[in-house]
């Protein structure tokens, strides 16, 4: 018999500081020509479980990762963001569980948190691109910097060589606590592989104080076109995705 890991965290703990949505993006969202940032590291096993609610399986090793994105054009104007997830599993399915982000344009901090659920709060987000390197930083108001790492020695990829995962974001909605299924298709046009190194990292700032990296892997900085889909599926946090995962007309009421 093969055991199966779940999370064993406290589901309604993930409702602090959650967005209430009442009405999610039945729309795409559009971002043509974004610089995008993704990179992983592996974090200190003993707490993973604990980070997870009962309706996701961790990975091994436990790994979070960080997106950062420059958006040049929305429906809000140009903006910045940058997320922080912990990657793992619903159901057979890699997922990653957003922590919270920040983002650089109020209105586009609205729009996102009320169609797309992201826990976000406004900041300051850097992405400083050359070519030997590429430099990050976050920090919020009162928190000082949340975030500093470099991305150097980049090496070209092929367009389709970089992999994405889809995000659930804690969400408080009419039903109550549900994790929002964020599917993202990036359209990339150049993308390069780079050493990641963080030089700066404030757990408990972004609102995971157990989070502890522990080995960074490579990274990959390039430029896509980025397109957040309508919203099809919700899930319930405390139990199994088998049973929890909801569609969007279904979890309305």
Not at 114 to 119: D, I, M, N, T, V
Not at 201 to 212: L, N, P, S, V
């Amino acid at each position: 018999m093969t055991l199966v890991m779940t999370g064993t965290g406290d589901a309604s703990r993930l409702a602090e500081g959650a967005p209430v949505v009442e009405a999610l993006a039945r729309e795409p969202l559009a971002l043509p020509g974004c610089v995008f940032v993704q990179a992983l590291t592996e974090i200190e096993s003993g707490p993973m479980c604990e980070m997870l609610p009962p309706a996701l399986h961790p990975t091994l090793p436990p790994v979070v990762g960080f997106t950062v994105w420059d958006a040049p054009d929305s429906v809000w104007g140009p903006f910045r963001l940058a997320q922080l997830r912990i990657e793992c599993r619903s159901g057979l399915r890699p997922r990653g569980l957003l922590v919270s982000a920040v983002v650089d344009q109020p209105e586009a901090a609205a729009g996102l948190a009320s169609r797309f659920g992201f826990r976000v709060t406004t900041g300051e987000v850097v992405l400083d691109r050359g070519y030997d390197a590429t430099r990050i930083r976050v920090a919020t108001a009162g928190k000082a910097g949340l975030f500093e790492a470099v991305l150097r020695a980049p090496q070209r990829l092929g367009e389709s060589d970089t992999q994405f995962v889809s995000s659930l974001h804690p969400a408080r909605m009419p039903r109550g606590l549900r994790l929002v299924q964020v599917d993202v298709d990036h359209a990339v046009k150049r993308a390069e592989r780079t050493r990641f190194g963080i030089e700066h990292f404030d757990a408990a700032g972004w609102g995971e104080a157990r989070i502890r990296p522990s080995l960074a892997l490579p990274a990959v900085v390039g430029v896509a076109d980025v397109t957040l889909r309508p919203i099809r599926y919700v899930c319930r946090p405390d139990v199994l995705a088998f049973e929890g995962t909801e569609a969007v007309d279904a979890s309305a009421a």
